[in-house]
């Protein structure tokens, strides 16, 4: 019973380019969570996902970010044109519902460091 | 809008020494809180849970009571072990489909 699977787990990018980050949800979860985790913080939201559908994605930044979440395959978080405040630990999120009562079940995390 | 505050670490503490870590909320309303755990290179784990007023959470000694009249759902353990060294991050979520994280606090348990 695979958990939740983020790939890759380190990666490196230089100035200028682009960041994909991979997040498949635990079996028979259809939304989705991005939070980015900067050195010594907490988790900040950044968009919640169903299939095909973007529900909240109040804690984007408006340019060069972007995410999807497709009717088959894992969810992508798109960083274009990175710059070394990208840097951070981006972790992909699931639960079988949503709402208050649904605990969120964490994958082991992205790390992107940009050069 | 909805936050939570917890308190600042790092902890350090003896093995067998009783554990608190203070969160208090803010909410409009009645949110769900929970308390998870980050293992060093590894993503938050579910520790414990209530939904509501005087609920307490309990997983592998670890309690938490949801107090409402002091918005308040602190951690405890009554004696740590070298392998519960960790962050510990309380949340809370209120019906808006994402989960408001407090900053963390390392806990750091010697032998």
């Known amino acids: 019973n695979a958990g939740v699977m983020q790939n890759p787990r380190h990666l490196v990018r230089r100035r200028g380019q682009e960041a994909r980050l991979r997040c498949s949800p635990m079996k028979g979860h259809s939304h989705v969570y991005w939070y980015r985790q900067l050195p010594e913080e907490g988790l900040k939201f950044m968009v919640y996902l169903q299939k095909e559908n973007i529900i909240d994605e109040s804690g984007m930044p408006k340019e060069r970010f972007s995410a999807e979440f497709p009717k088959e395959g894992p969810s992508i978080l798109r960083i274009q044109q990175v710059v070394r405040g990208d840097s951070a630990a981006y972790f992909c999120?699931?639960?079988?519902?949503?709402?208050?009562?649904?605990?969120?079940?964490f994958g082991n995390g992205t790390r992107l460091t940009v050069t | 809008g909805d936050s939570v505050t917890q308190m600042e670490g790092p902890v350090t503490l003896s093995e067998e020494a009783f554990l608190t870590i203070n969160c208090t909320y803010t909410?409009?309303?009645?949110?769900?809180l929970f308390w998870y755990v980050q293992y060093p290179g590894e993503g938050l784990q579910l520790l414990l849970k209530?939904?509501?007023?005087?609920d307490k959470g309990s997983n592998k000694g670890f309690e938490a009571t949801y107090r409402k009249e002091t918005t308040s759902f602190h951690l405890e353990k009554g004696s740590v072990q070298v392998s519960d060294s960790a962050v510990y991050f309380c949340?809370?979520?209120?019906?808006?489909?994402?989960?408001?994280f407090g900053a963390g606090t390392r806990l750091t348990v010697k032998p």
């Open positions: 999120a699931s639960s079988p519902q949503g709402g208050g009562n649904s605990p969120l079940h």
């Open positions: 949340a809370l979520t209120y019906n808006n489909n994402d989960m408001r």
């Open positions: 909410a409009t309303g009645y949110p769900s």
């Open positions: 209530a939904t509501k007023a005087d």
